[in-house]
């Protein structure tokens, strides 16, 4: 009985310590999630993370060197948030644009953008704007030198876009792009060759 | 004993953390809503006009500022403009002052003088710069409004578009305050 009891008493308190411990992170851990959306919450009740845009998938094309090739990059764009398209509607709007670094083995071709959703917003419902939202793809035609030996190639770059929401606009960014090519040779040309007669080197 | 002292242990981290937690919300508190600076001296500053003239905030000291961070590109800005424009010319005469500080690139000074020109901003444009930004909160967004009294504490802020109504009223409150330096040196 009185080791049970003492088993008790140290069960209570074990369990009182980590019931403290779990308070004191729960309020480190809404603090710091109220600091972060202070600005975003007075502005937009409900909307917690920033106008971001990110890469959500680039696929790794085998490339034939000398030949162009497509690679297209997805984007996704946070919820609540839209960018311009390539070709705002207005003349002071920023255009959303994909700059390649030039590199020595691969040529970056065409940029093929998406066209643009017309969309009218809350702040002037009479204009419509020509804006990108949630994911959108932008084409880039790359053309592998015909010296550049097979491989992996690593391509950089950088997507300026400004965002904004129903009532306000953000900064413009620079979204770091990075995505990979393999460069493949030219497949053999396999020649027709009529069948030979049996009896011709004889 | 080697448990007494892992309990006591923990004990001793939740409360640590809840203390850190309890200190962090104080500032917090005070920022949301009303806007840090509320109450408090507009932050000062001295930039350039559009042709080139200084303009220093204090020196609009006696009347009230509608204070507008604004931006070529943005477009809720350019809806708010007209609204700003007719607030100066209803309302000047009896002191406001309406400031604007374009956050635009200092390249883009071309684009500015040529929105300013066709949207007929009736008011001093000024080339903002990242620690003017940073004095009025840091302006994660535009536009963003601050209404200064004239006695120079600020009096209210719009953040984002919201409405000339939310503006007119912003102003009135700007006008209604008392200049107290001015009667102290009388």
Same mark, same amino acid.
């Not at chain 2, 809503?33 to 905030?57: H, I, M, N, Q, W």
């Not at chain 2, 009347?63 to 424009?85: G, H, M, R, Y």
């Not at chain 2, 003088?113 to 930004?133: Q, W």
């Not at chain 2, 409150?173 to 330096?181: H, M, P, Q, V, Y």
């Given at each position: ?49 920033? #106008? *971001?845009?990110?890469?959500? *998938?680039? #696929?790794? %094309? ?25 070709? #705002? ?5 920023? =255009? /959303? ?5 030039? /590199?020595?083995?691969? @040529? ?5 953008? #998406? ?14 704007? *020509? ?9 880039? /035609? ?33 979204? =770091? ?9 030219? =497949? @053999? ?7 030979? *007669? %049996?009896?011709?080197?004889? | !004993? ?12 939740? &409360?640590?953390? !809840? ?28 930039? $350039? ?42 309302? +000047? ?19 500015? $003088? ?6 007929? !901003? ?9 620690? &003017? +930004? ?19 504490? &600020? ?11 939310? !503006?007119?009223?912003?102003? $009135? ?14």
């Amino acid at each position: 009985m009185g080791t049970f009891g003492r088993m008790t008493r140290w069960g209570v308190a074990t369990l009182a310590a980590l019931v403290v411990v779990g308070l004191g992170l729960a309020a480190l851990v809404k603090v710091l999630g109220v600091q972060a959306g202070v600005q975003a919450q007075e502005l937009s009740p409900g909307k917690t993370g920033g #106008p *971001s845009v990110s890469l959500v *998938s680039a #696929p790794l %094309p085998s490339i034939t060197r000398g030949q162009p090739g497509n690679v297209d990059l997805r984007f996704h764009i946070a919820s609540g948030y839209h960018i311009n398209s390539n070709q #705002p509607a207005e003349e002071f709007m920023i =255009p /959303t644009a994909l700059h390649m670094d030039a /590199t020595t083995d691969i @040529v970056i071709g065409k940029i093929n953008y #998406p066209a643009g959703l017309d969309v009218a917003f809350e702040f002037a419902p009479e204009q419509k704007l *020509s804006v990108y939202s949630g994911n959108f793809t932008v084409g880039v /035609t790359v053309r592998p030198l015909h010296t550049v030996l097979p491989g992996k190639y690593a391509m950089r770059g950088s997507l300026k876009y400004q965002a904004c929401d129903n009532r306000s606009c953000y900064p413009p960014k620079q979204l =770091p792009v990075e995505f990979e090519v393999r460069v493949v040779k030219a =497949p @053999v040309a396999h020649r027709h060759r009529p069948p030979q *007669s %049996p009896h011709a080197h004889t | !004993m080697k448990r007494t002292f892992l309990v006591l242990v923990a004990i001793l981290a939740g &409360v640590t953390l !809840m203390i850190f937690a309890a200190k962090k919300i104080k500032p917090t508190a005070a920022n949301n809503s009303v806007g840090a600076l509320r109450g408090a001296p507009a932050p000062d500053f001295e930039l $350039k006009t559009l042709d080139g003239k200084t303009l220093k905030l204090s020196d609009l000291r006696g009347k009230a500022v509608l204070l507008n961070f604004w931006a070529t590109w943005c477009a809720p800005c350019k809806i708010e403009t007209p609204w700003i424009v007719e607030l100066q010319n209803q309302y +000047g005469a009896q002191g406001l002052q309406v400031v604007g500080v374009s956050m635009d690139d200092a390249s883009d000074g071309e684009d500015v $003088k040529k929105f300013a020109s066709e949207m007929h !901003m009736n008011y001093p444009i000024l080339r903002g710069t990242e620690d &003017v +930004g940073n004095s009025y909160g840091g302006l994660e967004f535009l536009p963003t409004t601050y209404f200064v009294g004239r006695d120079g504490n &600020v009096t209210g802020r719009v953040l984002g578009l919201k409405g000339r109504e939310d !503006m007119e009223e912003n102003v $009135k409150r700007a006008l209604a305050t008392k200049d107290s330096t001015q009667r102290a040196q009388k």
